[in-house]
């Protein structure tokens, strides 16, 4: 018999892959000027004959947009496919809950747009921490998507000519975000979904829903299958393929509280790390500036209010820490206030860009604030989101426009409401529902939230990772954001790679499998990994100690938030990874987990992703320490601008910092192994951003 | 708040299943009625009696995924919410809360308060969809004006987060405004034309297949729905269902 290398990987291999340099990161950038390489590559690559492709099963794991994109696509192209989410059906996906668009170079508004402006916005609002030729062909294949979207019935916004609508979003100066309503990530996913169906009715995939990927498993080095739990029966079960997609998200749930959905976890990204997947740049976050503050201590998740409010908004907190106190012993109504003892923060400290300057720069502004001890709410976390101005201003108008003579301020307001009122009215009555007060008469309290991760799995520009035939698309990669993503740019990418990059791609790797035959889920490798699953389930029944993986999780995120949020400190980042190390030893001491495995078990499965997210939390406050600069999302203290315009601005340094952090797993997170691919602008200018 | 909770406990799909007393106290009335159900499943966990399972994920009221009958109302006493999104004001201190699972024997019990929707999963598989391939050379997004007016329409139904609340309040555990929901969406767009007659046929006959009642006009779906879809949509699926009956060859 062949001689066959079983994982985890041993105490030998793991030495000799030590000492492999970061050549061993090799990005399959093609060749040639920019703007050609995507079709370029897409001629050279490698297909498989359609006869074949009824010979090959593919795994996906996710059912979110990129993951259903991926599926159907693959199914229609005459893969077998299998999928598989934790939820009860494809269509729950957490990409279901994206409010505000997608973005696409079509310039339908005739105002200057191009796949070009596209590539140049993402780039820069992604800091320069890109892979360029990744991030053109996003831009490129941006328009396909909303064709294809449409084609397949998925209701985005028209005007009165029936053509499609487009909308504004920060960092850009063109229309190019399509929207449906408040609920884009809704109606897209929805979509994907009824592809999916399609596929499903023919039999060509067939859906794995309430199941749980545990484990990768790898059979000569390359991915052959996965261990999964059906999470309602709790058998373990094996699943082969020939090639094997991630498309599991992010995991900004490490933090606990996020607008991430509750189940929302790393688990399917950190087990392919663990099996050679090297993870990249885990410590670009992006903290949205405007969410619902939290109500108190047992509040378990927290709720976006859409960017665009920043339009009509204006953002402040008193400038008195007097009038702060009265507010919050209940003394004094934020509309008390005078003008004049307000603190416009954004206006003052950027006067160009005022309320609309990028995600980044606005939520920390708010949490300087705060620090300052000027948060308003009982928690002393929220600031001030107003729209009287706007209401004012809109109503103004309006009064001419009927021609009204001197009318009293109840009649402006009244007409300003109404103005407002189309533009946000779901918004403004999701936040009535949460914090019980009207956010037309007083002003709206926000404060940053945890919302979308730039950092993933590190992969080519196949979208492969470093094990062979193992992928990773959507959120959970690495690749077109950098250190910030753009607003609407989300939606973008996880369609970009479903539906158009990964299903050419992948096929240059299986062109070699068209004569391997089904992969047989009876060989050793997979009964390693499914006893190194089991054995694990066990191992955490058997604690039985004292406290719930709820517990333990929102210690982690405690501690996350503190040192490894909005702002970052080398003292703290690494208090950060000695408290992450004794919450986990703690947790493998002492979580209490009741029931057993073999059958529906939420708290079994939540300690399973807290343990993963203990791991990660780990990595990632080290990729921070590692990171001595200042970049979109990554904001290190020691690393701002001294004097001039700038002072106390996030400082980036290109010298130093030009590159991506792929870590590879090494025993524990913090011996994980650095590589760095070093990132090369050939078509961008490196640029300060400023908003002064 | 404190209050008196009546929950259902349902060991798996085989057991008969009974209504269990708890209690849980200081309660903020600033709580989602989820965040009511973390804290106790907390209580419980510390006494060591297995938490309550039920579904959730998004909490913001858009994944469908949470799904429970309270005071013998689908996601309880606040109108166009989904539980997750149902606050504990809208309760009494001291009040009694029945919380129970959807009550219909085409989504049977899984566990507690968790349900199998996969029924309708199966009923967009035979037909909710275009039949259009991935392609990078569809023509045009706007190369086929459709009038503002339908876009909206069909927007207003695509809203459905297939929760399944409409049949869990109806009498006769009908699906059809769900089923309704997918038929008009694709009714009123050019790209739904094509397979326009085969849908809405292949889609009922699979929601009969499933074990779902039939519509009697309560209107009990549209009061409970999160996303307020309303029933005239049911009067236009069982037009499109009685032309395409009249009309279709086969």
């Known amino acids: 018999m062949k001689k066959k290398t079983l994982d985890p990987l041993s105490e030998k291999e793991n030495q000799n892959l030590s000492k492999i340099s970061s050549d061993k990161l090799i990005s399959k950038t093609p060749s040639g000027p920019i703007s050609s390489k995507w079709t370029n590559h897409k001629n050279s690559i490698n297909l498989v004959n ?45 990409s279901i809950a994206a409010q505000g668009g997608i973005n696409a170079a079509k310039n339908y508004q005739n105002d200057g747009d191009s796949v070009h402006r596209l590539f140049y916005d993402t780039v820069k609002g992604g800091d320069y ?28 916004g028209r005007d009165y000519g029936g053509l499609l609508d487009n909308r504004s979003f920060g960092g850009v100066l063109v229309s190019r975000t399509f929207y449906a309503k408040g609920q884009t990530g ?74 991430n959905a509750m189940g929302s976890n790393v688990t399917a990204a950190w087990k392919i790390h663990k099996k050679g997947a090297f993870f990249a740049n ?18 378990a998740k927290l709720t976006l209010m859409s960017e665009s409010l920043r339009n009509d908004g204006r953002i402040w907190v008193p400038k008195n820490i007097e009038d702060v106190k009265s507010i919050r012993a209940g003394k004094l109504m934020p509309t008390e206030i005078l003008e004049e003892n307000r603190d416009y923060y954004l206006e003052r400290r950027y006067p160009a860009f005022g309320n609309l300057v990028p995600r980044d720069v606005a939520s920390r502004a708010a949490k300087e604030r705060i620090d300052a001890g000027f948060g308003v709410n009982k928690t002393e976390e929220a600031v001030y989101l107003d729209f009287s101005s706007a209401i004012e201003r809109y109503g103004k108008q309006e009064a001419a426009i009927a021609r009204i003579k001197n009318p009293t301020n109840a009649e402006i307001i009244i007409l300003g409401e109404k103005i407002v009122e189309s533009k946000y009215g779901n918004l403004f009555q999701m936040y009535e529902k949460i914090v019980a007060e009207n956010p037309y008469k007083t002003p709206m309290m926000i404060y940053p939230a945890v919302h979308y991760t730039m950092g993933g799995v590190w992969v080519d520009y196949n979208l492969m990772t470093t094990v062979p035939g193992c992928y990773c698309i959507g959120e959970a990669n690495f690749s077109d954001h950098g250190a910030n993503r753009l607003g609407a740019s989300a939606l973008m990418q996880g369609l970009a790679d479903g539906y158009f990059v990964l299903p050419y791609t992948i096929g ?50 405690k501690v996350m938030w503190e040192y490894v949020g909005m702002s970052r400190n080398e003292k703290g980042l690494k208090t950060a990874i000695k408290e992450i190390k004794l919450i986990k030893e703690e947790f493998w001491k002492d979580v209490r987990i009741l029931g057993d495995r073999k059958s529906l078990n939420p708290e079994l499965e939540k300690a399973g992703r807290v343990s993963d997210l203990l791991e990660l939390g780990e990595l990632f406050a080290k990729d921070a320490l590692n990171r001595n600069e200042s970049c979109g999302g990554h904001f290190r203290e020691e690393s701002v601008e001294l004097d001039g315009l700038q002072k106390g601005e996030a400082k980036r340094d290109d010298q130093d910092y030009s590159y991506v952090s792929a870590w590879e797993f090494n025993k524990e997170p913090s011996e994980a192994i650095l ?18 | ?130 039949s259009v391939n991935t392609s990078g050379s569809t023509q045009d997004a706007n190369a086929l004006p459709i009038p503002k007016m339908n876009a909206d329409k069909a927007f207003d139904v695509a809203a459905c987060i297939g929760c399944g609340a409409c049949v869990a309040t109806c009498k006769n555990s009908s699906a059809m405004l769900f089923v309704a929901a997918k038929v008009s969406q694709y009714a009123y767009l050019p790209q739904g034309q094509v397979e326009r007659k085969q849908r809405v046929l292949n889609m009922v006959e699979q929601m009969d297949k499933e074990g779902f ?24 699926m069982n037009r499109e269902y009685l032309s395409a009956s009249i009309s279709s060859e086969e």
């Open chain 1, 508 to 557: 240059d790797y299986l062109s070699e499998d068209i004569r391997t035959g089904p992969i047989s889920i009876n060989s050793e490798e997979f009964d390693f990994a499914e006893k190194n699953v089991t054995d694990k389930l066990d191992n955490l029944l058997s604690i039985k100690g004292k406290k719930s993986p709820d517990y333990f999780h929102k210690k982690l995120g």
């Open chain 1, 282 to 299: 885990p410590c670009y976050t992006q903290i949205h500036p405007t969410c619902i503050p939290r109500s108190g201590d047992n509040q």
């Open chain 1, 50 to 94: 359609p006869a074949n492709k009824r010979n090959i099963d593919i795994i996906v794991v996710g059912t979110g947009l990129a993951g259903s994109s991926a599926a159907a696509s693959l199914a229609e192209m005459g893969y077998n496919v299998k999928t598989f989410c934790y939820q009860d059906s494809p269509r729950r996906a957490h």
């Open chain 2, 213 to 236: 009642g039939n519509c009697t006009n309560t209107g009990a779906c549209e009061i409970e729905c999160p996303k307020s879809i309303s029933i005239e949509y049911i009067a236009k």
């Open chain 1, 129 to 156: 921490r890109s892979r360029e030729s990744n991030v053109h062909r996003l831009a490129e294949v941006s328009t396909n998507i909303i064709d294809q979207c449409v084609a397949q019935g998925v209701p985005f």
């Open chain 2, 1 to 130: 708040m404190d209050l008196k909770l009546k929950v259902w406990r349902q060991k798996n799909r085989e057991d008969r299943g009974r209504l269990v007393d708890y209690n849980v106290a200081g309660i903020s009335e600033n709580s989602s009625f989820l965040e009511m159900l973390d804290i106790l499943n907390e209580q419980l966990i510390n006494q060591n009696i297995e938490p309550v399972s039920f579904d959730h994920d998004c909490r913001e009221g858009i994944c469908g995924m949470c799904s429970l009958y309270i005071n013998g109302e689908a996601h309880g006493p606040d109108r166009k919410v989904t539980t997750c999104q149902l606050h504990m004001r809208m309760f009494n201190d001291g009040e009694t809360i029945y919380i129970e699972p959807w009550r219909s024997s085409a989504m049977p019990v899984i566990k507690d308060l968790i349900v199998d929707r996969s029924a309708f999963d199966r009923i967009q598989q035979s037909g909710g969809f275009v």
């Open chain 1, 186 to 259: 809704q109606q897209l996913l929805l979509g994907a979904y009824s592809a999916v169906n399609r596929q499903i009715g023919k039999g060509k995939i067939i859906p794995y829903n309430r199941h749980e990927m545990l484990d990768l498993v790898k059979v000569e080095g390359k991915a052959r299958g996965i261990i999964a739990r059906n999470l309602e029966t709790g058998k373990i079960e094996r699943h082969s393929a020939h090639a094997v997609v991630i498309a599991s998200g992010g995991y900004g749930n490490v933090f606990f509280l996020s607008t």
């Open chain 1, 675 to 692: 590589h760095k691919e070093h990132l090369e602008f050939n078509d961008i200018e490196l640029k300060q951003r400023s908003y002064k």
